[in-house]
Every structure is written in C-alpha cells, then in structure tokens.
Nanobody, 127 residues
C-alpha cells in the first residue's frame, strides 16, 4: 500500500507557474505508475497527466499539453507536476494518484484504474 501527500498548490495569476509535488510512502514507489487528476467546482474529477514507473512514458490531457509537465524522482519517492502558462480554467483541486502495484498496462486516463489517492491540493488561478 502507498500513501500520497500533495503539496505546492496556491494562488497564482494567469500566465504564472506552479510546481506540485506528491510524496509517496513505501519502498516500492518505482513499481507504481502515477497520475495527476483535478476537480473544479461543480465538475467531475478529470485526468491531467500520467507517468510510467520509470518516467519513460508520459501522458497528458489535451487541455494541458505543452503547458504542464509530469516527472518523477524514484530516489525521492516523489512525482511532480510543473504547470506553466496557467489559465483561470486550471483552477481546481489537484489530486495525485497511484495505480495498483505492478499495473503497467491499464489506461492512465481513467480514475477507476488508480487504487490510491492523495488528499488534494488547491490551485487557484486569478485573471
């Protein structure tokens, strides 16, 4: 089992940047595929970005391609989401998630494929 704790959220002006971090417990972090999701007020939680266990493959929602970058440091048990050129529509609670241990094949895009979730961190982008 893995526990996830997000940090790095806050208030930023449109066009600005933030970097979210997700620290994971446990000694098998490198065996987990990871993802970031977000939920805006009144909306369903949706996929933002995903990264394979090695970091060699990354996946993005169309709405963030070219602006957000997901990465991981397995030595630090941490996954990151670098967010640039932020827009007011990026305002949401951002969640870090881990797929089941050893699950390297299921889609990154569906939250049902993730077994573990952090508590979320608020990102607010002002216009």
């Amino acid at each position: 089992q893995v526990q996830l704790v997000e940090s790095g959220g806050g208030l930023v002006q449109a066009g600005g940047s933030l970097r979210l971090s997700c620290a994971a417990s446990g000694r098998t972090f490198s065996s987990y595929s990871m993802g970031w999701f977000r939920q805006a007020p009144g909306k369903e939680r949706g996929f933002v970005a995903g990264i394979s266990w090695s970091g060699g493959k990354t996946y993005y929602a169309d709405s963030v391609k070219g602006r957000f970058t997901i990465s991981r440091d397995n030595a630090k048990n941490t996954v990151y989401l670098q967010m640039n050129s932020l827009k007011p529509e990026d305002t949401a609670v951002y969640y870090c998630a881990a797929k089941r241990l050893g699950d390297f094949s299921s889609s990154y895009y569906y939250q049902a494929n993730y077994a573990y979730w952090g508590q979320g961190t608020q990102v607010t982008v002002s216009s």
